[in-house]
């Protein structure tokens, strides 16, 4: 079965200093692989996907077979950074998600 | 153009009601998928429709919980005789179906609170 796991509800760090949301998975097959981001009073949205291979806003994530991870990073957090951030895995051939429980990240001024 | 809506944004009832929440998809998306987003819980997928296709009913928690597709467009998410567990927002969103790296637009939700 399949399963997406952030190990850290929260996270706060300073900003500019880099960051780092961690997303781990498991599943059998050939993953995709999202980070879905939730600002404050806002929806869901799309932040990047690996397919893409995209950096959105600064963010890159990159897909690493080996380990099942696909971390989200930036190099200098700011403010407005600041959100909810969840890790999401589609099965191939399937289109629903299933999503990790997230992270909240605190940017600190 | 307009995004996904849902209504009500937010509902109370009482324990044993049954509820019904509402999901418009954007024009055009062929795929529609609720979800339920509890508290420390993450979100939770519940149910999966695309096209005409028979929907992907696999996530759905219980018999309580079912939701139709009319014309291929609004969709009803129905909760019969709710339980306080069934409290969290729950969350509709849209597609253009199966799609490699196909990007689905979410609603704002609704709060559902089960007294």
């Known amino acids: 079965a399949q399963r997406v796991t952030q190990p850290e509800k929260l996270l706060s760090v300073f900003k500019g200093a880099p960051v780092e949301l961690k997303c781990n998975y498991s599943y059998s097959g050939s993953p995709e692989l999202f980070w879905y981001v939730q600002y404050s009073r806002q929806r869901l949205q799309l932040l990047l996907r690996h397919i893409s291979r995209e950096s959105i806003k600064g963010f890159t994530a990159d897909l690493n077979k080996g380990e099942t991870s696909f971390h989200l990073k930036k190099p200098f957090a700011q403010e407005e950074d600041s959100a909810m951030y969840y890790c999401?895995?589609?099965?191939?051939?399937?289109?629903?998600?299933?999503f990790g429980t997230g992270t909240r990240l605190t940017v600190i001024p | 153009g307009a995004g996904v809506s849902q209504s009500p944004s937010n509902k109370v009832t009482e324990k044993g009601k049954d509820v019904e929440l509402r999901c418009d998809p954007i024009?055009?998306?062929?795929?529609l998928y609720w979800y339920r987003q509890s508290l420390g819980q993450g979100l939770e997928f519940l149910i999966y429709?695309?096209?005409?296709?028979?929907?992907?009913k696999s996530g759905l928690p219980s018999d309580r919980f079912s939701a139709e597709r009319t014309g291929g467009s609004v969709s009803t998410l129905t909760i019969q005789r709710t339980q306080q567990e069934d409290s969290a927002v729950y969350l509709c969103?849209?597609?253009?179906?199966?799609?490699?790296?196909?990007?689905?637009?979410f609603g704002p939700g609704t709060r559902l609170t089960v007294l």
């Open positions: 024009s055009g998306h062929t795929a």
């Open positions: 429709f695309q096209g005409n296709s028979a929907p992907d």
């Open positions: 969103a849209s597609s253009f179906g199966l799609a490699v790296g196909g990007e689905q637009f």
């Open positions: 999401a895995l589609k099965q191939t051939g399937a289109n629903n998600l299933f």
